[in-house]
């Protein structure tokens, strides 16, 4: 069965710190893809990346990166000198085939404070 | 940019009254999503559909029902409201990626709470 753990509930930081949050995954299937989420405090959920299976290579975007490792069935998410605007809970999901599409697990989210 | 918008954002129902919850996207995605979202559990799948017509079980449809006519537009239904189906809806559309899942866009969400 499919399953994305967050075991961190709540993470606080100040200003410029750097920040990892992890996700770890089970999955019994060899495609699969992974994706983080971001939701602000206004509520709506955003979308950051997504990885699929095959592709293990690590991802920057800015002050983002992701480390997808399938040995450790991990896909971990870093905040380079964090900022306020930071502030937000952040999900990690696994989607993997079923009937007619691909079904979709959320982690239970980290929820990121980033002070001033 | 890809829209999904939800009928209310704060509704109080009664126990035991019917509920409709509405999801409309504008961006011509195949699939549709409905979720509960509880602190510290993350976000539940309760029913998701690839197609008009079509809908498959979530993790967690028990009490609820959905209807999809048309393709835009999903909606959630509570039978008979309780009140630990008090819960933040959230509604997602995602384009039908073929043998890849895309990613999903969701709309503000609704605040429903049952009394």
């Known amino acids: 069965a499919q399953k994305v753990t967050q075991a961190q509930t709540e993470i606080s930081v100040v200003e410029k710190e750097d920040v990892t949050l992890d996700c770890v995954y089970e999955?019994?299937?060899?495609?699969?893809?992974l994706f983080w989420y971001k939701q602000p405090p206004s509520g709506e959920l955003v979308f950051l990346i997504r990885?699929?299976?095959?592709?293990?290579q690590n991802e920057i975007s800015g002050r983002y990166s992701w480390n997808f490792q399938k040995s450790t069935s991990s896909f971990n998410f870093t905040i380079t000198a964090s900022q306020v605007v930071d502030s937000a809970v952040y999900f990690c999901?696994?989607?993997?085939?079923?009937?007619?599409?691909?079904?979709?697990?959320f982690g239970a989210g980290t929820r990121l404070f980033v002070k001033a | 940019d890809v829209k999904v918008t939800q009928s209310s954002r704060y509704l109080v129902k009664r126990t035991g009254e019917k509920v409709f919850l509405e999801c409309v996207q504008d961006?011509?995605?195949?699939?549709m999503f409905w979720y509960r979202q509880d602190p510290g559990l993350g976000l539940r799948l309760i029913y998701f559909?690839?197609?008009?017509?079509m809908k498959e079980k979530g993790d967690i449809p028990e009490g609820y029902s959905v209807s999809r006519e048309k393709k835009e537009r999903f909606s959630l239904i509570l039978e008979s409201a309780s009140t630990n189906q008090t819960s933040m809806y959230l509604c997602?559309?995602?384009?039908w990626g073929g043998g890849a899942a895309n990613e999903q866009f969701f709309g503000p969400g609704t605040r429903l709470t049952v009394l």
């Open positions: 997602a559309s995602s384009l």
């Open positions: 999955t019994r299937d060899t495609t699969y893809y």
């Open positions: 990885r699929n299976s095959f592709d293990e």
């Open positions: 999901a696994l989607s993997e085939k079923d009937t007619g599409g691909f079904k979709t697990i």
């Open positions: 961006m011509d995605h195949e699939n």
């Open positions: 559909s690839y197609d008009v017509k």
